[in-house]
């Protein structure tokens, strides 16, 4: 079975400082990970998937499959950063499953 | 054309009623997808077509009937609706490639009444 868990449905910073959204995840064969982003009244659009390995908007993603994690870092918040942010996994078929997401809010 | 358009923006029906959702992509995806999102919930998969053909189904209850008619358009039939079905319903859809992503519509604003 497939499993995603963020264990933070709050968080909350100010500009400038670190931000982190954990994520862990289940599954037995190898997954292909995501970070979604669902900003204020916009669509959910992908923000990072751990193939790529690349850096968007400031942040980074790597899968650490020792600790089944897919933790979403970035150095320095912005106010423009808030939004929701979910963790989704597809394992080995057309299900992408989310979890139960992030509110993250940066204050100013 | 690189989105997933997604009509009508908002439906109101009732419980008697037949509606319908449409969902539409020309990025050649071939696989395409509905979920269902309630407020402040997570996107729950419904129905996953894999070059045309119902591949997934998550027990989705029988008063949602899917529609694939061509690799570009992909429908969403709705009868006999219950209040507690009021939700986002987001159209998704992806090529067939390693680790490719969703990319997502609008959504469908449902209100049963």
């Known amino acids: 079975a497939q499993r995603v868990t963020q264990p933070e449905k709050l968080l909350s910073v100010f500009k400038g400082a670190p931000v982190e959204l954990k994520c862990n995840y289940s599954y037995s064969g190898s997954p292909e990970l995501f970070w979604y982003v669902q900003y204020s009244r916009q669509r959910l659009q992908l923000l990072l998937r751990h193939i790529s390995r690349e850096s968007i908007k400031g942040f980074t993603a790597d899968l650490n499959k020792g600790e089944t994690s897919f933790h979403l870092k970035k150095p320095f918040a912005q106010e423009e950063d808030s939004a929701m942010y979910y963790c989704?996994?597809?394992?080995?078929?057309?299900?992408?499953?989310f979890g139960k997401g992030t509110k993250l809010t940066v204050n100013p | 054309d690189t989105e997933v358009t997604q009509t009508p923006k908002h439906l109101v029906m009732g419980m008697t009623n037949k509606k319908s959702l449409k969902c539409e992509q020309h990025?050649?995806?071939?696989?395409m997808y509905w979920y269902k999102q309630k407020a402040k919930k997570p996107p729950e998969l419904m129905f996953v077509?894999?070059?045309?053909?119902?591949?997934i189904n998550e027990s989705v209850p029988s008063r949602f009937s899917p529609e694939c008619p061509n690799s570009s358009l992909l429908n969403l039939h709705l009868h006999a609706l219950q209040p507690e079905d009021s939700a986002l319903y987001l159209c998704a859809s992806r090529p067939g490639a390693y680790n490719s992503p969703l990319h997502f519509g609008n959504g469908t604003r449902l209100t049963v009444t």
């Open positions: 990025m050649g995806h071939r696989a």
């Open positions: 989704a996994l597809r394992g080995g078929s057309e299900k992408l499953v």
């Open positions: 077509y894999s070059y045309e053909k119902l591949s």
